[in-house]
C-alpha cells in the first residue's frame, strides 16, 4: 500500500515512512522519524525524533511522540525514543524521550493501549500489553512489566517500577514499587491481594493462581518482615516460576515495595529487611 500525506501535513524530507503510513490533516512529523508500515498519524498529532516507530501504530488526534524531555538537566543531547508495534495512543497522549543523564532512552513495547492524556515521561520502560487509563502518569524513569493496568489519573513516582500483570487502580499515587500480580489501590496506596481477575482473564493456570495467592498472603499478611516473608515463600512455593519471578522482583528493588494492607499500614518492604 501507497503512503498517504494529507495536502496539509508536514513531513520532514528526512522522515522515513514505509509503506501504508497515513498521515492525517495537519501532522507534523519532523526530522529523524522512522514510522514503520499500516501507522496512521491522525489529524494535528505530532511527532518528534530522534524517533523509531514500528508496525500499525495508532497515533490520534492532538497527541505529542517524541518531544524533549521535562527535565532541567536536559540540554540538547542527542536522546531517543522507541515504539513497538501495534499501539495506540489516544487523544491528547504525550511521550518523550530521554535523558542524558538518564540513559538517553524511552521504550515502549508492543500492543499497549494509551487512553486520552496519559503520559510517559523521559527514559522510561513499558513493556507490552499494558492499559494505561486516561490521565494515567508516569514520571521519569520508571518500569512497567507486560500486562500491567494503571487505572485513571494515577501517577507513578520517578525510580519506581510497576510489575507484570499488576493492578493500580484510580487515583492512586505510587512512591515504592508495585508488586506483580497485586492490586494495589490508593494516594497511601495499599496492596489488596492478587489480581485474581486480570490473571484467569490472561489464562493462568489454577494452580498458578494458587500459589500466586498463598505468596502473596505470606508477604504481606504473615507478620514476618519482608526478608523472613521471602524466605518462607522460597521454602514452600519456589519452583514456580511467577513466585519466583515475584521473588526476585521484592529482592531486587531499590526503593521498596507497597505491602501495606488494608487495616495494616506501613509495610515498606525490600529483600533487605
Given at each position: 500500500?501507497?503512503?498517504?500525506i494529507h495536502?496539509?501535513?508536514?513531513?520532514?524530507?528526512?522522515?522515513?515512512?514505509?509503506?501504508?503510513?497515513?498521515?492525517?490533516?495537519?501532522?507534523?512529523?519532523?526530522p529523524?522519524?522512522?514510522?514503520?508500515a499500516?501507522?496512521e498519524?491522525?489529524a494535528?498529532?505530532?511527532?518528534?525524533?530522534?524517533?523509531?516507530?514500528?508496525?500499525?501504530?495508532?497515533?490520534f488526534?492532538?497527541?505529542a511522540?517524541?518531544f524533549?524531555?521535562?527535565?532541567?538537566?536536559?540540554?540538547?543531547e542527542e536522546?531517543?525514543l522507541e515504539?513497538?508495534?501495534r499501539?495506540?495512543?489516544?487523544?491528547?497522549?504525550?511521550?518523550?524521550?530521554?535523558t542524558g543523564?538518564g540513559g538517553?532512552l524511552t521504550?515502549?513495547?508492543?500492543?499497549?493501549l494509551?487512553?486520552?492524556y496519559?503520559?510517559?515521561?523521559?527514559?522510561?520502560f513499558v513493556?507490552d500489553r499494558?492499559v494505561?487509563?486516561n490521565?494515567?502518569?508516569?514520571a521519569g524513569h520508571?518500569?512497567v512489566?507486560?500486562?500491567?493496568?494503571?487505572?485513571?489519573?494515577s501517577?507513578?513516582?520517578?525510580?519506581?517500577?510497576?510489575g507484570?500483570?499488576?493492578y493500580i487502580?484510580?487515583y492512586?499515587v505510587?512512591?515504592?514499587?508495585?508488586?506483580?500480580?497485586?492490586k494495589?489501590?490508593?494516594?497511601?496506596p495499599?496492596?489488596?491481594?492478587?489480581?485474581?481477575?486480570?490473571?484467569?482473564?490472561?489464562?493462568?493456570?489454577?494452580?498458578?493462581?494458587?500459589?500466586?495467592s498463598k505468596?502473596?498472603?505470606?508477604f504481606?499478611?504473615?507478620g514476618?518482615?519482608?526478608?523472613?516473608a521471602l524466605?518462607?515463600?522460597v521454602?514452600?512455593?519456589s519452583g514456580?516460576?511467577?513466585?519466583d519471578?515475584?521473588?526476585?522482583?521484592v529482592?531486587?528493588?531499590?526503593?521498596?515495595?507497597?505491602?501495606?494492607?488494608?487495616?495494616?499500614r506501613?509495610?515498606?518492604?525490600?529483600?533487605?529487611?
Amino acid at each position: 500500500m501507497a503512503t498517504k500525506i494529507h495536502p496539509t501535513a508536514i513531513v520532514d524530507p528526512s522522515a522515513e515512512l514505509a509503506d501504508g503510513v497515513e498521515v492525517g490533516a495537519y501532522a507534523v512529523i519532523g526530522p529523524r522519524v522512522e514510522i514503520g508500515a499500516d501507522t496512521e498519524v491522525g489529524a494535528n498529532a505530532q511527532v518528534r525524533g530522534p524517533t523509531r516507530i514500528g508496525r500499525a501504530n495508532r497515533l490520534f488526534p492532538m497527541s505529542a511522540i517524541g518531544f524533549e524531555p521535562q527535565d532541567l538537566k536536559y540540554d540538547g543531547e542527542e536522546v531517543f525514543l522507541e515504539i513497538g508495534d501495534r499501539n495506540q495512543f489516544r487523544e491528547f497522549c504525550t511521550v518523550h524521550r530521554g535523558t542524558g543523564s538518564g540513559g538517553g532512552l524511552t521504550r515502549i513495547g508492543s500492543d499497549n493501549l494509551f487512553m486520552a492524556y496519559a503520559h510517559v515521561a523521559h527514559d522510561c520502560f513499558v513493556g507490552d500489553r499494558t492499559v494505561f487509563v486516561n490521565n494515567a502518569t508516569l514520571a521519569g524513569h520508571i518500569e512497567v512489566g507486560d500486562d500491567a493496568t494503571i487505572g485513571a489519573f494515577s501517577s507513578v513516582h520517578q525510580f519506581c517500577r510497576v510489575g507484570r500483570h499488576a493492578y493500580i487502580g484510580g487515583y492512586s499515587v505510587v512512591t515504592m514499587d508495585a508488586l506483580p500480580f497485586v492490586k494495589t489501590v490508593g494516594q497511601k496506596p495499599l496492596c489488596y491481594g492478587l489480581n485474581t481477575i486480570g490473571l484467569k482473564r490472561k489464562g493462568f493456570a489454577p494452580e498458578v493462581i494458587s500459589r500466586l495467592s498463598k505468596a502473596i498472603k505470606i508477604f504481606v499478611r504473615s507478620g514476618l518482615n519482608a526478608s523472613q516473608a521471602l524466605q518462607r515463600i522460597v521454602d514452600e512455593l519456589s519452583g514456580t516460576p511467577e513466585v519466583d519471578h515475584l521473588v526476585e522482583f521484592v529482592r531486587s528493588a531499590e526503593r521498596g515495595v507497597i505491602r501495606a494492607t488494608p487495616g495494616r499500614r506501613g509495610g515498606r518492604g525490600g529483600g533487605g529487611e
